[in-house]
């Protein structure tokens, strides 16, 4: 491949990349971000079990909170190394010592802007700051790593002259922080390329996403020799974040065939957690984790996918333990929708099948998004001969009620088959109160349990639409989902639970005369 | 500045980048999104406010709704050349045609992954087929780009030949597209050249961003020639989406200096219309336009930016038509949680602000997130002699009832200074008719409208927290925003407008007290 002879020709690829996460700490910087010591542990086990080098897990002169997650995390028998961040000053050094961390990742601007704006500090009084806390951290036996902030917008013979000292003093790594994420993959490379020729312990970078960037320039930086990546999971931190670990883990492996400990099965699993226990969302168009990263709609490339999936995919989501998507719609064409009817059980006629992919195209040019349960109506109606008519299901009546001092309750009303079923339950809201009902009643009929909740965010005004999407599994651990859009959140959660009830009955029966 | 000195020496950059923008044609087949024929309109006069040079309206081979927008789009007299896809078969090119666009972009595989496993073509047919269809459009007097899809994976030597065959046969442009995402910004930069040192049409990029390269390969490609970038607002598209427009425009403003035709500040905006009407959300660490693109919690940097901006900012939000937020937390420091409450118009002492900041951190030690509601009931408690001591608005009772054929209603008692005030109203939905029970008792102290509602995607079981942020404007047109987590998602909406507009009436009195 070419880039491998280029990559012989022009850079100085490291044999293994070491990751340095720092989700714990520049990642819980992220505005409005606040992690229990309990919970930055659960994400430090789960960081440890993926693979990565270094958990940087915290910045202990921020809070007590802070010292103690780290000292919990330090304490917690990891495979990793941990890392606390200090200024360069005692003070914070001390602090990060008292953490029994194995490493202080200690660092002070060297870019004139911050040195005038934000320190008031000289040149000569930066390096001395920054020569005198390593060796305070060596001096107690530690890892020392080393960063100058805003190197990228550091003058570059001053960015050598603090290294070099630095690393006399005793700096195990040196790191080259793009603070402010102005860097560009071409010039970086230079930079980087230029303090690997002249530093003689590792170099490590850490790159901000400003302009989109931050991976690519963690990449270039590579290629000039760099030997360490900070990263964080979903490329959350400050602003528009950090570098992102998955897609670094992933090109690092695809594209450059270069080691790192990264186990890429565990990527999938540690975003989830990361953005659960964070509340910062993954949108469905990020790389890699994103829940249309490996999902195809439209009819060329669904078509491509069938017959072989490496001609629209990169590589196959089993890798990160994320999964391929079919998904219905206007774009869609006739063999993607005929493969999806097809893992449902379903088999059909030509003409039948042009009449679905045709009436999916129709709904879709209505603007509406069409779901596996749209794609089962349609089935339904245009195969009328062969399958049931009705839905099996319909709620009848339902009435909820909640407030200040009311223990929230919902009593309803379905049919099933015609016949009339009532249940009352009490929940912790509203929704789960009408939820437990519907389980109560239609648990006689099948056997279900509600394996996933999603409502959509809603902007806008309290007249919103509200879109949720449940998931339910039947005691053959097969599992539908439906969605349910209302200006009503409760009967949104409601009409969606019994789509998804329908579509299990459904999914029973049809399978059964297909098949037959 | 270095990078210049390195472009001149090793790059052939443009004078001018042109943006042809895909968002209503790859953008909308991200899966799950499909737009009415008028929301894509809207759209397109964005783009068109926006500077893009080419707007992609479709793909009118699709459905017949795809072919309405198109026509639609075309015949709006925007000053963007109007684009349309076809594959290289005449029953596209007519349809295209048909919508009476100005520009036909045609496209053939030409790897042999597709070849093979796709079209089960020859080489010589893919290039019969593609001269053909370009002859064709050119016969009808239109523009025509041509795409070699999947050109990153195709033979280096026969993408010349093919791209060499359709410009003999008459197309104005071509395109390079990494259709599955694995260029590398090094080896795409060699690709790029090859073909503009070759190719005496301008040269297209179209670049998927499956391991969050496309933006980096772009500008590769830009470095060595290419003239025009296709793109979409907010990176959307096909699985991990497309090149985003607002981190290209804006590199190339901020870090190349190249001219577009993009007028930045409409950048937010547009982005905005975008997540909305296409239901995609927007990552809040989504750089350029994500929520916290330019919001700041750390000490040290609030510290730098109440200073001097330029220290933890790339540029100033406003150049995007965004804007910079500050942040209470547990990261926060001094300077900024001061600087953030003289914005609310309150004077502290020092040893009160001490108390206030250790109690931030206390906050979000918890795993809170610290909201300025929180910042403001903190600074209550602290400056207790001086601030009134309690909310003067209380929530005494509240019931709400919905269900499938109940008219949602909300009935409350509000303590407003102690008085009990009383009202019921019916809504779309249980939170709707509560919002407007409050507004209508609390509207006679204080006037104020609610200016968003927002509420934060739920994932789990349907007994998660619900998390609701308010923002409320009076008629000083002061807004204040707040904020609800409860289990129950009623209560969360109430709880966050009935927090909002104590911090309104608070305000008020507060600035009143310490500006005296």
Do not use: W
């Given at each position: ?5 280029l990559?012989a ?5 490291p ?5 340095y ?12 971000v606040?992690l ?8 430090a ?6 693979g990565?080098?270094?958990i940087?897990?915290g ?5 007590k909170g ?5 000292r ?5 028998g990891?495979?990793?190394e941990?890392?606390?961040l ?24 060297t ?7 934000k320190?008031g500090?000289?040149?000569e009084e930066v390096?001395?700051?920054a ?6 951290v060596?001096?107690h036996?530690?890892?020392c790593?080393?960063?100058?902030e805003?190197?990228t ?5 001053f960015?050598?002259?603090i290294y070099?000292a ?9 790191d ?6 102005v ?10 390329r ?6 003689k312990?590792?170099v ?5 996403d400003?302009m989109?960037l931050?991976?690519?320039?963690s990449l270039?930086g ?9 990263v964080t999971?979903?490329?959350i ?19 450059y065939g270069?080691?790192t400990?990264?186990?890429l ?5 540690t ?10 969302v993954?949108?469905?168009n990020?790389?890699?984790v ?5 999902a195809?709609?439209?009819g060329?490339?669904?078509?491509g ?5 490496d ?5 196959p ?28 059980g379903?088999?059909l ?9 045709g009436?999916?195209k129709?709904?879709g040019d209505?603007g509406?998004a069409?779901?596996e ?8 109606a245009v195969?009328k001969?062969t399958?049931?008519?009705k839905?099996?299901?319909e ?33 912790i ?14 648990g006689?009929v ?9 409502l959509?965010?809603?902007t ?12 339910l ?8 989902s ?8 409760v009967?949104?959660?409601v ?8 579509r299990l009955l ?11």
């Amino acid at each position: 491949m070419a880039l491998r002879s280029l990559l012989a020709q022009e850079c100085t690829l490291p044999d293994r990349v070491y990751f340095y996460d720092t989700t714990l700490r520049d990642g819980e910087q992220t505005p409005g971000v606040a992690l229990l010591a309990e919970e930055k542990l659960e994400i430090a086990r789960q960081l440890d079990a993926l693979g990565v080098d270094s958990i940087e897990a915290g910045f202990p002169a921020t809070s007590k909170g802070e010292q103690e997650a780290a000292r919990l995390i330090a304490g917690a028998g990891l495979k990793a190394e941990v890392s606390a961040l200090a200024r360069s000053i005692q003070k914070d050094i001390d602090l990060a010592l008292s953490c029994n961390v194995g490493c202080v990742h200690t660092f002070i601007a060297t870019s004139d802007i911050h040195l005038k704006k934000k320190l008031g500090m000289s040149r000569e009084e930066v390096v001395q700051r920054a020569v005198e806390s390593v060796e305070y951290v060596k001096a107690h036996g530690l890892k020392c790593e080393f960063s100058a902030e805003d190197a990228t917008r550091t003058d570059p013979d001053f960015l050598i002259d603090i290294y070099e000292a630095v690393v006399k003093a005793g700096a195990d790594r040196i790191d080259i922080p793009d603070t402010v994420g102005v860097a560009v993959p071409r010039a970086f490379f230079h930079l980087v390329r230029n303090v690997t020729e002249r530093i003689k312990v590792p170099v490590a970078l850490h790159c901000h996403d400003d302009m989109g960037l931050a991976v690519a320039n963690s990449l270039a930086g590579v290629e000039a020799g760099a030997q360490e990546l900070h990263v964080t999971v979903n490329g959350i931190g400050e602003r528009a974040g950090n570098a992102s670990l998955e897609e670094l883990a992933l090109s690092l492996y695809a594209l450059y065939g270069v080691r790192t400990g990264i186990n890429l099965k565990e990527i999938y699993e540690t975003s989830r957690l990361v953005s659960k226990l964070t509340g910062v969302v993954i949108a469905p168009n990020k790389s890699v984790v994103g829940d249309n990263a490996f999902a195809h709609e439209s009819g060329i490339h669904t078509d491509g996918i069938i017959s072989s999936p490496d001609t629209y995919e990169p590589l196959p989501p089993e890798i990160v333990g994320h999964e391929r998507k079919l998904v219905a719609g206007k774009h869609a064409g006739k063999h993607g929708i005929d493969a999806m009817l097809k893992e449902m059980g379903l088999i059909l006629t030509k003409s039948q099948l042009d009449e679905i992919v045709g009436r999916v195209k129709d709904l879709g040019d209505k603007g509406r998004a069409v779901t596996e349960t749209d794609l089962f109506h349609i089935f339904e109606a245009v195969t009328k001969s062969t399958a049931p008519e009705k839905r099996r299901i319909e709620l009848s009546d339902l009435v909820v009620v909640t407030g200040s001092k009311t223990t929230p309750t919902a009593t309803l009303k379905l049919l099933i088959d015609g016949k009339e079923y009532k249940a009352s339950e009490f929940g912790i809201g509203p929704i789960d109160a009408a939820l437990k009902a519907i389980q109560n009643v239609v648990g006689d009929v099948t056997k279900f349990k509600l394996v996933d909740f999603k409502l959509e965010a809603i902007t806008g005004g309290s007249d919103a639409l509200a879109n949720v999407t449940v998931k339910l599994m039947d005691n053959k651990r097969r599992t539908v989902s439906a969605k349910g859009v209302r200006e009503d959140i409760v009967m949104a959660g409601v009409e969606a639970v019994i789509n998804a009830a329908n579509r299990l009955l459904l999914l029973n029966s049809l399978t059964e005369r297909t098949s037959a």
